[in-house]
């Protein structure tokens, strides 16, 4: 996948005459999709997308990025980023991705921005159509993105990615807990659409995460920690380091990822830095809430090893409850984890 990210102080596209995107200040993206391209590659450069610091700060310095700047993103498909120009004067364009599949990795790319930096910020043009494109260029200033994907024999295994890092960082400052406050905006509706009321969801996440309950939890000793992975917020996270049930039980409270982030081993990693953390500290269990609808948390518990247990419905107020399992797990103490590797930021 190739990208080519014109800052722009406006930018719009018209096709047949009507305009059908529009955005303000920040990105105009030319999106070229390729054979072999996978939907790890979008979700990567979606999430550089919105980390890219090429936008200035207050001392003239490009340092923010569009989500800092809380820009707008204008994604539009352009397959002719793939030409190949090396022999003749007619461009050749085997390369660019097969239409159909082209056109699903563009709108998984434009849905992951809007998850990140909010479906108001994000516009597209249409895939396909003979669009025309106005930009006020600022800068000018050009980027470009690419995926490490090569196109490859089918038989050929694919490069190995690594891993991540991932840092805990913990929210500790104002600045950190409307960042926090952001994330569950954020992750939340994709979490919970058709799992519980749509009404419910901004009720709960003020409840859960406001500055004040962020600093009641913390003083309580469950502290929160936004969760870093190769530089840039991918969750948050909160669990007790220091209450403990009779059975020397947990709780790990919060656990919730941007949606790029999702499925790429970053939720399995910070669970796996909790449950080391947990034991360390004392913890003999872990155990957490998931909604009895939301299935994929629970496959996931499951694949870390957590078994469900009770089922707890716990009235929240508002008219809402909480409809919940219980997952469980055993610890063992462990002094390996991302502390002890110094990755942490605690």
């Known amino acids: 996948m190739k990208i080519l990210l014109q800052r722009v102080r406006r930018a719009s596209v018209t096709v047949g005459g009507k305009t059908v995107g529009v955005a303000g200040s920040g990105f105009l993206a ?6 072999g391209d996978t939907p790890e590659d979008v979700d990567r450069l979606a999430v550089r997308t919105a980390a890219l610091r090429v936008f200035e700060d207050a001392d003239g310095r490009m340092n923010r990025s569009v989500a800092d700047l809380g820009g707008d993103v204008l994604a539009v498909s352009q397959f002719t980023l793939y030409a190949d120009t090396r022999k003749g004067n007619r461009p050749s364009f085997i390369e660019a991705g097969d239409p159909s599949a082209a056109q699903s990795l563009y709108e998984r790319y434009c849905a992951d921005l809007r998850s990140i930096l909010g479906a108001d910020h994000v516009a597209t043009g249409i895939f396909g159509a003979d669009m025309s494109i106005d930009a006020a260029l600022d800068g000018p200033c050009t980027i470009e993105l690419r995926s490490e994907c090569a196109i490859e024999p089918t038989n050929s295994p694919r490069p190995r990615i690594p891993p991540p890092t991932l840092e805990f960082v913990p929210v500790d400052s104002e ?12 992750a939340w509706p994709s979490t919970y659409a058709g799992i519980i009321p749509d009404e419910q969801i901004p009720y709960m996440i003020e409840r859960m995460y406001s500055p004040a309950a962020i600093r009641r939890d913390t003083a309580e000793g469950a502290p ?14 909160s669990f007790d380091l220091s209450r403990r049930g009779p059975d020397g039980s947990a709780e790990l409270h919060k656990l919730y990822l941007l949606p790029p982030w999702r499925g790429r081993g970053v939720g399995a990693m910070a669970l796996a830095e909790v449950k080391r953390r947990l034991a360390d500290a004392g913890a003999t269990s872990v ?5 009895k609808h939301n299935l994929r948390a629970q496959a996931a518990y499951k694949a870390a090893g957590l078994r469900r247990a009770e089922a707890l419905c716990t009235d929240i107020g508002g008219g809402f409850v909480m409809d919940d399992f219980i997952y469980r797990a055993a610890l063992v103490p462990d002094n390996g984890g991302l502390e002890k590797r110094g990755k942490s930021s605690t």
């Open 30 to 35: 030319l999106v070229g999709c390729r054979r």
């Open 175 to 186: 600045a950190r807990e409307a960042e926090a406050m952001d994330v569950a905006r954020r």
């Open 224 to 237: 929160f920690y936004l969760l870093v992975a190769d530089g840039t917020t991918a969750g948050v996270c």
């Open 287 to 291: 155990w957490l809430r998931v909604n």
